[in-house]
Nanobody
Framework: EVQLQASGGGLVQPGGSLRLSCAAS?????????IAWFRQAPGKEREGVAC????????YYGEAVKGRFTISSDNAKTTVFLQMNSLKSEDTAVYYC??????????????????WGQGTQVTVSS
């Protein structure tokens, strides 16, 4: 059974940094999979932030975060990180990690992802 556990949210001032973690279990080492971060602000649709493929490590980013956020995984590929720098008030949202079997070719719809972790709140405010 695939399980995802997101953590690392908090309150940060504009311009600051946070690192989110998504602990993944249940994926086998033989099958490719992708892990993504989505976020949802109050009154808005859930939006793709970044994703990474387990095979090859290719990464994709949403336009709003390119150049500021970096997605990566540890060597064991059991944890995916989202390093968020130069945070802005508009980055305030609940951040979710999600997983899917197979390889993704970009930021895709939430419908592609079968496995979801609980959200972690990120608040950017002075």
């Amino acid at each position: 059974e695939v399980q995802l556990q997101a953590s690392g949210g908090g309150l940060v001032q504009p311009g600051g940094s946070l690192r989110l973690s998504c602990a993944a279990s249940g994926f086998t080492g033989d099958d490719p999979y992708a892990i993504a971060w989505f976020r949802q602000a109050p009154g808005k649709e859930r939006e793709g932030v970044a994703c990474i493929n387990s095979f090859g490590g290719t990464t994709y980013y949403g336009e709003a975060v390119k150049g500021r956020f970096t997605i990566s995984s540890d060597n064991a590929k059991t944890t995916v990180f989202l390093q968020m720098n130069s945070l802005k008030s508009e980055d305030t949202a609940v951040y979710y990690c999600a997983g899917t079997l197979g390889i993704v070719a970009g930021i895709t719809s939430t419908r592609l992802y079968d496995y979801w972790g609980q959200g972690t709140q990120v608040t950017v405010s002075s």
